[in-house]
């Protein structure tokens, strides 16, 4: 956490928020889930902060949305908060948006071509999908209730409803992050961070 500024705090904080609403959409449309995962935009918000903030202040910002939520603050889906999210099926997704961060801000911090921001943001939502959707898995063979007939094969079924959603989504994403790289990030105030992620 050493040498950040008012500036990345407050864009942190930014993100912190953007992933706190974007987790609870589902309840404003509670059709929004399958099976037991909410469909969010939390993976479009991790996919920003690491294409906008860099692979250090992206991933800062979604340890800091974890923590904020294991200690309590109903920012995950569900407005649910609290230490008992650690034993839920879906903390695997909200784990996952800290290496998704990380890794599409260095892809993106060593080109900033268009090709390679959406190439970063699809291989950012890969990464979200296999970590979290692992780990539901496991979750459910080892300590959580699985459904009856509970299989692997049914664990990434259940991701095919959310799949389109957040290709498009991630590819939005990598437009809009690479639009602000080249209009506003790489200049003035904002040049420092993708150097210093």
Same mark, same amino acid.
């Given at each position: 956490?050493?040498?950040? *500024? %008012?500036?990345?705090?407050?864009?942190?904080?930014?993100?912190?928020?953007?992933? %706190?609403?974007?987790?609870?959409?589902?309840?404003?449309?509670?059709?929004?889930?399958?099976?037991?995962?909410?469909?969010?935009?939390?993976?479009?918000?991790?996919?920003? %902060?690491?294409?906008?903030?860099?692979? *250090?202040? @992206?991933?800062? %910002?979604?340890?800091?949305?974890?923590?904020?939520?294991?200690?309590?603050?109903?920012?995950?889906?569900?407005?649910?908060?609290?230490?008992?999210?650690?034993?839920?099926?879906?903390?695997?997704?909200?784990?996952?948006?800290?290496?998704?961060?990380?890794?599409? @801000?260095?892809?993106?911090?060593?080109?900033?071509?268009?090709?390679?921001?959406?190439?970063?943001?699809?291989?950012?939502?890969?990464?979200?999908?296999?970590? @979290?959707?692992? =780990?539901?898995?496991?979750?459910?063979?080892? =300590? $959580?209730?699985?459904?009856?007939?509970?299989?692997?094969?049914?664990? =990434?079924? =259940?991701?095919? $409803?959310?799949?389109?959603?957040?290709?498009?989504?991630?590819?939005?994403?990598?437009?809009?992050?690479? *639009?602000?790289?080249?209009?506003?990030?790489?200049?003035?105030?904002?040049?420092?961070?993708? *150097?210093?992620?």
């Amino acid at each position: 956490m050493k040498n950040l *500024r %008012a500036l990345d705090l407050t864009l942190s904080a930014m993100f912190v928020a953007l992933m %706190a609403i974007g987790a609870n959409i589902s309840t404003i449309a509670p059709f929004l889930h399958v099976g037991g995962v909410p469909i969010t935009l939390q993976t479009f918000f991790a996919i920003l %902060a690491g294409a906008i903030l860099g692979s *250090r202040l @992206g991933s800062i %910002a979604m340890t800091v949305y974890m923590l904020v939520g294991l200690v309590g603050v109903p920012v995950f889906a569900d407005f649910s908060g609290g230490l008992s999210i650690l034993i839920k099926p879906t903390f695997g997704f909200i784990l996952s948006y800290i290496f998704t961060a990380f890794i599409i @801000g260095k892809i993106v911090e060593k080109k900033k071509g268009l090709a390679t921001f959406i190439i970063a943001a699809l291989i950012g939502m890969a990464v979200n999908y296999v970590f @979290g959707t692992n =780990w539901m898995y496991f979750a459910y063979k080892l =300590w $959580a209730a699985a459904p009856e007939g509970f299989t692997y094969k049914m664990a =990434w079924f =259940w991701m095919l $409803a959310p799949l389109p959603k957040d290709i498009v989504l991630s590819v939005l994403a990598a437009i809009m992050a690479h *639009r602000l790289e080249t209009t506003v990030l790489s200049k003035g105030q904002f040049k420092h961070l993708k *150097r210093v992620s």
